[in-house]
Every structure is written in C-alpha cells, then in structure tokens.
C-alpha cells in the first residue's frame, strides 16, 4: 500500500476530513489533498507531522496495513549531514529461506575446506612417492 493510500485511510479511521488535517499540519486543505492522491512526494518532515498527528511514530505509519514485518534504519552520513533510511518489508518466510541459504552457504564454506585440506593431503601423499621413487 502506497504512503498517500495509508494517511487518508489513517485519516478517515481517526475521522478527520482533509481541511482537520491541513489545519493540523498547517497547510492548505488543497495541499494536504495532493499528498493524499499522492501527487506529491511527503519529505521526511512531513512525514513526522502526520504521524504526530495520529499519535504514531513514523515507522508505524509507514507500517500501516502491511500484512509483514517492516524494518527501519535510519543512519546519519557524517560527511553529508543528512540521513539515509532503509525501509524494507519482509514476511517470516522470507526470513526463513534467508537463514537456511545462510546454513547452505555455510555447509558449502565446510565442504570447500575439507575439498582443500584432501587435496593437501594428497599432495603430500604424492610427493612422498615421488620421493621413494628417487
């Protein structure tokens, strides 16, 4: 669900109309509309001010109505000053073939170590004989 979708249905399960919201966030009722019909992309600030307003934090509202688990970062870029932010939505299935990929690549990692220490041995093997050949 898109981020103007969830505000307007926040919005109409808190029964508020637009020109309530617009006078919460201080803005015209015209647009707050835009951002509802999402004819406008909301800044990060803005974003904080319509989550204020349905007592929520952000991440809530970005969570709103998702059926999965969703994931937040926000990190700071010193050299910039400015943040980044990672959202992502994942489900316990996706979750669960990660970790067993994760297990695969693992049994892979032992597998491809003792290819290496039989290979070894087998040089070592290999030069023996060659030395009682001489």
């Keep these: 669900m898109k981020i103007n979708?969830?505000?307007r249905q926040l919005r109409e399960q808190y029964q508020l109309?637009?020109?309530n919201m617009a006078e919460k966030l201080?803005?015209?009722v015209t647009g707050y509309a835009k951002i509802e019909r999402g004819e406008v992309r909301s800044t990060l600030p803005r974003l904080e001010q319509i989550s204020e307003v349905f007592e929520m934090d952000i991440c809530e509202l970005l969570a709103f109505g998702e059926n999965e688990k969703v994931y937040f970062n926000n990190s700071v870029i010193e050299s910039t000053n400015s943040n980044n932010f990672?959202?992502?939505?994942?489900?316990d299935?996706?979750?669960k073939a990660i970790q067993q990929l994760q297990l695969m690549v693992t049994h892979k990692d032992e597998l491809l170590l003792q290819k290496d220490k039989i290979i070894h041995g087998l040089e070592r093997e290999l030069e023996l004989l060659r030395k009682l050949q001489n």
Excluded: P
């Design 26 to 28: 201080g803005m015209s």
């Design 86 to 91: 990672l959202f992502a939505v994942g489900n």
């Design 93 to 95: 299935n996706l979750e």
């Design 5 to 7: 979708e969830k505000i």
């Design 17 to 19: 109309s637009q020109e």
